[in-house]
């Protein structure tokens, strides 16, 4: 009879803890997720382990959130498609609907790494780089090993250098990349130092307004005065982006001023 009340009280305490804490989970409502805590409450704008819901409690997908992780379909965040630094946008279509602006385009980034991965690479080491060469939004599917260090105010660099054999009429020369946490540049020699921007995620979707923050880092150019006039252009340069659950909050047009 003891054994018997034991089991039973042990079946009742285990069936309230499974009920408690059954309210901390996923709760599927329609085709959307949120989730709720221990107290039944659900939560906002707010990471739950590698996931995102936002403002109104709906777990997010296909977007990027405020501190700078795109993610994917399923809602999944990543370290490999994390923005390290200014969130970078290269437009490639876009469509005035009412006063919102849908712009179609790439995701990039303006920095390689954190600090702490700079600065356990050491001469020798391999580490990726950008296919093809210099230019805005670049994949990184190709590998080469760092050739120098620099320190400067403390904090590490490090450099890919390579000689380079030109047509018959030039002598050899170097190029290579800059890689820190504050950004990447390509480099020739006798050549200005360009950006170089980390693809992050092709073919998204972003919305800007008439009203979105716009503005240009060359203070001498009126050439694209707002965000539509910039868009009517679409010459292939990026914008800087401040994004918020899809939405452009402050946009800047960047000019790199590069000269080859």
Known sequence: MKKGMA?????VFFSAAS?????????????????????????RSTWVGNYYVG??????????TSDGYWLDESGLASEEKRVYGQCMFAATSYQVVGDKIMIWGDIGDSGYAS????????????????G????????FNETDQVTDIEISDGRKTVRVTEIRKGPEDWDLYKAG???????????????????????????????????????TENEFSDRHPTITEFLKDLYGTVLGVKVT????????????????
């Open 7 to 11: 089991m039973w009280a042990m079946t």
């Open 19 to 43: 009920a408690m804490t059954a309210l901390a989970a996923w709760e599927q409502e329609g085709d959307r997720w949120r989730y709720y805590n221990e107290q039944g409450d659900m939560l």
């Open 55 to 64: 403002a109104d409690g709906v777990m997010q997908t296909n977007t990027l």
């Open 115 to 130: 600090q702490e991965y700079i600065d356990r690479l050491k001469v020798g080491d391999t580490i990726a780089v950008p």
């Open 132 to 139: 093809g060469s210099k230019g805005v939004l670049s994949r």
């Open 177 to 215: 990349y800059l890689f820190s946490s504050d950004g990447m540049s390509f480099h020739e020699s006798g050549s200005m130092e360009c950006p170089v921007y980390r693809l992050i995620q092709e073919d998204v979707l972003l919305i800007a307004d008439k009203k979105t923050k716009y503005m």
């Open 245 to 260: 659950d899809g939405h452009i909050e402050q946009a800047i047009d960047v000019d790199e001023n590069y000269v080859g």
